[in-house]
């Protein structure tokens, strides 16, 4: 059974960077796939990206050219580098876990969640 922890969340301007860190702990994330989703006051959780286990990357077209995602396999972490933020990327951001090397977009396939942190931008 893996444990995920988010952190790194907070309250910033708009157009700031923040840097969301997930750490795991209970088994190795080295041979899975690993997401960021997002779920934003009454709206669907959504996915952000994502990252194979042989670090591979997919991206939603919204955070597409300012979010990175990057996957430690000595430390067991999985971070998410979102620059330019906007108003709209303000949500709760999970990180997640597939049983499984590859990426997908569908959030019932991750089988792992972390309790999630709160991104807010301010205009």
């Known amino acids: 059974q893996v444990q995920l922890v988010e952190s790194g969340g907070g309250l910033v301007q708009a157009g700031a960077s923040l840097r969301l860190s997930c750490a795991a702990s209970?088994?190795?994330?080295?041979?899975?796939?690993m997401g960021w989703c997002r779920q934003a006051p009454g709206k669907e959780r959504d996915f952000v990206a994502g990252i194979t286990s042989y670090n591979g990357a997919v991206y939603a077209d919204s955070v597409k050219g300012r979010f990175t995602i990057s996957k430690d396999n000595a430390k067991n972490t999985v971070d998410l580098q979102m620059n330019s933020l906007k108003p709209e990327d303000t949500a709760v951001y999970y990180c997640?876990?597939?049983?499984?090397?590859?990426?997908?977009?569908?959030?019932?396939?991750?089988?792992?969640w972390g309790q999630g942190t709160q991104v807010t931008v301010s205009s």
């Open positions: 997640a876990m597939r049983n499984g090397a590859y990426i997908t977009q569908t959030l019932s396939e991750y089988k792992s």
């Open positions: 209970g088994r190795s994330i080295s041979g899975d796939a």
